[in-house]
Structure formats: structure tokens, C-alpha cells
């Protein structure tokens, strides 16, 4: 991380671009689970179209972590936001003025808290422990240094829950394979995916407007664009059926929903190495390959 801070900027992004295609090209790791999900979500597209897109998403992988390193410099020269007017609608939705922004693995993520709050949308995010506590202590220096609000680890769902209750915004990726205990079976591609229930339980409870809100990275590779999309049409207090269980699956189908639109938008932003497909119905074989390996 220092030595990217210290580094010419236009040099660093030149080797990291040339870097994320090559690991593309030269089918490394998590190279074949990526083909595999494009397949999946395009299954008409030409091979060479796949790997157009797999090299482009490779490829924002290894200039994000340029922009992650350097997290704390002013963005707004290179971060424009679109669709303001939906965050005042959401807003003014609002029981208390909270909002959950529904965002994923998309552009560079890890930039969009940080637009976000230099614009004056101050969010906090839960940030979900990893396995190397060194890589954890890391990645929550550089999230603080970009000016997010992290959640405390030890105790998220409260903190989150609090946040809300404050009137805040909360930032919530919803595109990652979870375990069957704590998730839900619904359609991502034409192919059922495992979905969190938690903040689609959350939506169901509070009617706590959730915001669509993505960064694109533009084709120049160095600005992006926030986009952020109306509301969504979910079920809440106001308009619950007396099958909660159904009303947590259809929220938690149409969070998702909104999340494929974007990626069909954008297919090159998205994140195509997760394995998320990789819990499967009983009965299901799982897309992947056991190791891993390319």
C-alpha cells in the first residue's frame, strides 16, 4: 500500500492495468469461476465477447486497489454523481430520514463510500471480518483514511441498527453467496442464487427506503460515475401479506433484481471472480470446480 501511495500515479495505473488484463489472458486463478458466471448470465454471447468483459473486470480489480491505496486524497475531480434527487426521495420517505443504499462489488466499491461521503452523504458500511486479522486491520485503515463510517465488527447488526435508528445512511453490498442458514434461494441470471435474508428482513420491519447506488468506472479508466437509482418498490409495515416468509424471499428477489440490471448495464464493473453461485439448492451440483484452480 506504501509504495502504491508513493508511486507516479500515471505509471502505477499504466503496470496495473497491463497487470489485471495478463492475469485475465493467462487464465490464473478465479479466471475459469468467471468464465463460468458469464456463461451463466450470458449464455448467447460469443466466447471472445466474455473475455472482452473478463479482461475489462480483471482489469478495474487492479486499478481499484491503486485508488483503495491512495484512499484519503480528494475524489471530486473524478467522481461525478448522478441521480441526487433520489436520495432527497428517499429521504423524505424515510420514518427518521435513514436510507439503505443497496450497492455490490461494482466499479471500484471501495471508492464509493468515499465519493459518497466528500459529496456530503456521510454512510456507514459493515465491514465483515476476514479470516488474516493483519489484511483486516488494513483494510479498515484505509476505509476510515477515505472518511467511511466503519461499523464495529464485533457487534455489526446492532451498529447497523443503531445507525438506522439515527437517521443515517447505511451501505449494504448484497451480491455475495451466503451459507443456506442465513439466506434465501432466488433468481440472479436465470439461476437461483443464496441470498442474505437480513436486510431484506430489515426492509420488511422498519420501511426503511433502499436506494440503489453504484459506481461506474468510465471508460478512460481514471474517472467514474455514482449512479444512484430511484427506490424500490419493496414490501414493508405498511404493505405486508400475512406470509412473512414470502415477503422476505420477493424482497430479497427484487434487491437482487436491481443489482443484475446494473451488472447488464455495466457487465465489465462487476466483480465476476465471487464464486456466487456457489451454495446450491439440495440436490444441485454447484457450477464450480472443487479446487479452484485455472
Known amino acids: 500500500m506504501g509504495a502504491l501511495r508513493r508511486a507516479p500515479e500515471a505509471q502505477a495505473r499504466a503496470v496495473l492495468a497491463a ?7 493467462l487464465s ?14 450470458f449464455p448467447d454471447w460469443p466466447e471472445a465477447r466474455r473475455r472482452e468483459v473478463l479482461e475489462h473486470s480483471f482489469e478495474n480489480v487492479a486499478l481499484s486497489l491503486l485508488e483503495f491505496a ?6 471530486g475531480d473524478r467522481v461525478r454523481i448522478v441521480g441526487r434527487e433520489h436520495f432527497d426521495t428517499a429521504r423524505a420517505a424515510s420514518p427518521n430520514g435513514a436510507v439503505i443504499v443497496l450497492t455490490a462489488h461494482f466499479g471500484n466499491w471501495e471508492l464509493l463510500a468515499a465519493a459518497m461521503t466528500e ?4 454512510v456507514s458500511v459493515v465491514q465483515r471480518p476476514r479470516d488474516d486479522a493483519v489484511l483486516d486491520d488494513l483494510v ?7 472518511g467511511t463510517d466503519m461499523l464495529p465488527r464485533g457487534s455489526a447488526a446492532r451498529a447497523a441498527l443503531r445507525a438506522l435508528r439515527d ?15 442465513e439466506g434465501v434461494f432466488v433468481p440472479f441470471f436465470g439461476r437461483l442464487a443464496c441470498t442474505r435474508t437480513a436486510p ?5 420491519r ?14 478512460d479508466r481514471v474517472h467514474h460515475v455514482v449512479y444512484a437509482r430511484p427506490p424500490l418498490d419493496l414490501i414493508g409495515p405498511g404493505n405486508a401479506s400475512d406470509d412473512a416468509t414470502r415477503d422476505v424471499r420477493e424482497n430479497a428477489a427484487r434487491m437482487t433484481r436491481a443489482i443484475e440490471d446494473e451488472i447488464r448495464r455495466a457487465p465489465e464493473n462487476w466483480l465476476w471472480a465471487h464464486r456466487r453461485y456457489r451454495t446450491q439448492p439440495a440436490g444441485e451440483p454447484r457450477p464450480y470446480p472443487r479446487s479452484g484452480r485455472s
Open 19 to 25: 497487470f489485471g488484463r495478463s492475469w485475465a489472458r
Open 28 to 41: 490464473l486463478p478465479r479466471v475459469r469461476d468467471s468464465l463460468t458466471n458469464l456463461r451463466i448470465a
Open 70 to 75: 491512495r484512499l484519503g486524497e480528494p475524489v
Open 119 to 122: 459529496a456530503g452523504y456521510p
Open 140 to 146: 479498515a485503515e484505509r476505509r476510515e483514511a477515505g
Open 167 to 181: 437517521g443515517r445512511i447505511l451501505a449494504m453490498p448484497y451480491d455475495q453467496n451466503c451459507s443456506r442458514d
Open 200 to 204: 431484506a428482513r430489515l426492509v420488511l
Open 206 to 219: 422498519s420501511g426503511i427506503p433502499v436506494l440503489p447506488v453504484f459506481l461506474h468506472r468510465e471508460p
